[in-house]
């Protein structure tokens, strides 16, 4: 990975980690965690691929976008596509890679990004 890409990856990342502290309570995030666990890591990585081709065939944004609020979508979008193109033939992921790439999949399922 360049520098670019680690640098895009490390702070999707530490988005999603901090995003996942600062709640106390258990939510639909949570859930859908717990539910991706249950996968190997290159089921992840294939399905985290799956949602990508589904979200790029559309115009993927915030599901509360407005212009005046910095959507991280297309961030998050690229930090994925670096994380499946490093990872995809992996039989084992990072536990950041996977940690992204499953938040990912758990925020698309609650709908926070819509295409």
Known sequence: ???????ITNYIYNHFN????QESKWTVIDEYMS????????????EAEVKLEEHL???PKCKDHDRKHNC?????????KILINNNKNKKKLQSK???????YLAISQAKFIVS
């Open 18 to 21: 901090n995003a996942d502290l």
């Open 97 to 103: 890679d996977r940690f992204t790439l499953q938040y």
């Open 57 to 59: 065939s559309g115009s």
């Open 1 to 7: 990975m360049t520098q670019e890409q680690v640098n």
């Open 72 to 80: 991280l979508v297309p961030k998050i979008i690229e930090a994925v």
């Open 35 to 46: 539910y991706l666990d249950y996968l190997e890591d290159n089921q992840v990585v294939i």
